[in-house]
């Protein structure tokens, strides 16, 4: 069974920046695609940013701020948010694909303030 596992949330000013990271339980080559989502409160889930075989993929509202980077050595993907916005409040949730299954973590808190 594989699980992810995503810490790294918390609470910071607008501005701010925060690191998440997803842990695989096992090896993340075997996936097509990795990546984050996020859900803020009252709104759909949505792709924040993507890495599918190399090619990268952001959400227009967190280019040039966030980076998605993979750990091979640690089974781990990485979110560095920068420059953090009180818009980027949300539930942020690592999911990897493979072998036409979606599997996703349980989630961690963002919450920005102004």
């Known amino acids: 069974q594989v699980q992810l596992v995503e810490s790294g949330g918390g609470s910071v000013q607008a501005g701010g920046s925060l690191r998440l990271s997803c842990v695989v339980s096992?090896?993340?080559?075997?996936?097509?695609?990795m990546g984050w989502y996020r859900q803020a409160p009252g709104k759909q889930r949505e792709l924040v940013a993507q890495?599918?075989?190399?090619?990268?993929t952001y959400a227009d509202s967190v280019k040039g701020r966030f980076t998605i980077s993979r750990d091979y050595a640690k089974n781990t993907v990485n979110l560095q948010m920068n420059s953090l916005k009180p818009e980027d409040t949300a539930v942020y949730y690592c999911?990897?694909?493979?072998?036409?299954?979606?599997?996703w973590g349980q989630g961690t808190q963002v919450t920005v303030s102004s």
């Open positions: 999911n990897g694909r493979r072998e036409g299954s979606d599997y």
């Open positions: 096992r090896s993340i080559f075997s996936f097509n695609d």
């Open positions: 890495n599918t075989r190399g090619v990268i």
